[in-house]
């Protein structure tokens, strides 16, 4: 281990048993509590928005000069409308209720009673790429559920992450009488932090990795060897299928609303279209695609069919077209080429979409929507700590405060 990587996991370490050493405070503290703090750092958001926004520019102005990707600065800005939008996002949150911690399941023979609890994790990391708002949605989720949190941003948002947790969140939570500590942020730049992040089973059980692309993939591989859990999706990508009797208005504005925002997840990707409509789709969709500025793949591709555009770099602004016989083999594409993330489909028929719907088995499905509605904030009111795309039993889709909790079961005398 080199001097760098020794002074990431030092930094790593220190972050998390701080975080530790916080954890109680908030596992212990009532929900009002809670909610009180959340509604303080959406206040300090606000007060603070100066601060942060110069600290932002400073990133944004770094990042320009090192030739940062338009797609990537997109993410990395942080103005006055996205911190109004966050502040707005936290209030709504602070409304939302809290699950029981405690409910009744059975009454069990020789005079017991079963209950299951709620328990918090503890601490759980999470690593995400270089996009501030994500400090606060993700902080804000763990104190919802009463963890603490240990933060890992790329490089290119270290400052704006460090003012917003410093200026806006420590405070908040200290006026509130929660532990200041319970939100830490590595300081140490470098993927060396990251990897150091899923190496700790102990004091870090559960890391949450947002992002796509070989990053994450060998971030989740790393853990799983050092015993960490963790809720990840490597890739992603949004598929939208044209059948052929979909009203072209509709395409019109579900393609141009898919791509408002390049460098994310759920953005449109793969548009496939009925071949049977190919001539007629076509001269209305690659209008579109030249006045918003994107590129169209056609086949024969160079490259896989599923390719996800927002990772790679300098050609975000491409969008990969092809054609298919119908919805099952749309819904098929969808499954099997590409990350499984989110699938719509377009038509006026209802028998095609509940074709299409019952053949797809990804994350989320839609029909006469654009898959970008697959966030925490847009399909449940809840910012999201991140999407998982796993194929077994456990939180699936948009990650909110309610999957941040152990289930336990209590068994205690009935008429205690």
Not at 71 to 76: C, E, G, M
Request: hydrophobic letters at 45%.
């Amino acid at each position: 281990m080199d001097g760098h990587e020794r002074s990431a996991e030092e930094d790593v370490v220190r972050c998390a048993e701080a975080a530790r050493a916080a954890a109680p405070s908030v596992a212990a503290a009532d929900p009002r509590t809670i909610d009180k703090a959340l509604l303080a750092v959406a206040d300090r958001l606000v007060d603070q928005g100066p601060a942060v926004q110069a600290a932002n520019h400073d990133d944004l102005s770094r990042a320009e000069e090192a030739g940062t990707p338009r797609a990537i600065l997109d993410r990395l800005q942080l103005g006055a409308d996205r911190l109004d939008a966050i502040a707005g996002q936290l209030r709504t949150l602070a409304e939302a209720p809290h699950p029981e911690r405690s409910r009744f399941v059975r009454d069990l023979p020789g005079g017991l009673r079963l209950a299951e609890r709620r328990r918090p994790v503890g601490v759980i990391g999470v690593n995400f790429e270089a996009r501030p708002n994500v400090v606060v949605d993700v902080a804000s989720q763990l104190l919802k559920s009463g963890n603490a949190g240990v933060l890992r941003t790329g490089s290119a948002a270290l400052g704006t992450a460090a003012a917003l947790v410093d200026a806006v969140i420590a405070p908040a939570l200290a006026e509130t009488g929660l532990d200041p500590r319970a939100v830490q942020l590595v300081r140490t730049a470098g993927h060396e932090a990251a990897y150091a992040l899923v190496r700790q089973p102990t004091l870090l059980p559960l890391v949450i990795l947002r992002g796509s692309g070989e990053t994450t993939r060998l971030l989740a591989a790393e853990a799983a060897q050092h015993g960490v859990r963790t809720l990840a999706h490597a890739e992603g990508g949004g598929v939208l299928y044209v059948h052929r009797a979909a009203d072209l208005d509709l395409v019109t504005r579900v393609v141009a609303g898919s791509l408002d925002r390049l460098g994310v997840c759920n953005r449109l990707n793969l548009l496939l279209i009925d071949t049977e409509v190919r001539d007629r789709v076509l001269p209305v969709v690659l209008p579109v695609l030249d006045r918003l500025g994107i590129a169209a793949s056609l086949p024969p591709h160079p490259h896989p069919r599923g390719h996800e555009w927002a990772v790679d770099t300098g050609r975000e602004a491409t969008v990969t077209i092809d054609f298919v016989a119908g919805p099952v083999e749309a819904a098929t594409v969808a499954d099997t080429e590409t990350s499984g993330l989110a699938a719509s489909v377009l038509t006026e028929e209802p028998a095609a979409a509940t074709e299409f719907l019952d053949a797809y088995t990804g994350t989320g499905a839609f029909w006469n929507a654009s898959t970008r509605l697959l966030d925490g904030f847009k399909l449940l009111a809840l910012p999201e700590t991140g999407i998982n795309v796993d194929r077994v039993p456990g939180p699936r889709g948009p990650v909110t405060f309610p999957d941040l909790t152990l289930r336990q079961f209590v068994v205690v005398p009935a008429d205690r």
